[in-house]
């Protein structure tokens, strides 16, 4: 949207703003997050995971989510439902990491 002008603009400006958004998430609980998980805040559930997994270069595991795009900010707490076990994670800025060249 920060470009002058583009295919299709006019028609995403009429939509209004995004009712999601795409964050990143370091798992500081114990697990692993997988597609299709339910992320909250509390007990206000916000989202669902889209993938996850252990990253060796990182050594921890990450993961992806849709979430309510005002529900949370980078540096936020959320927690993981992990079949029937919630555990934690922080909101981290996407990408995970920058390959240096």
Known sequence: MKKNDFIGKKALEERGAPAIKRIGLKITGRGIAREQQSVYIGDTLIGQTTSG????????PIAMALVSADS??????????????????????????????
């Open 53 to 60: 997994t252990h990253a060796p270069f990182l050594k921890y």
């Open 72 to 101: 949370v900010d980078v540096g936020s707490q959320v927690e993981i439902d992990i079949r029937g076990r919630r555990i934690t994670a922080e909101v981290v800025t996407l990408p995970f990491y920058k390959r240096i060249k």
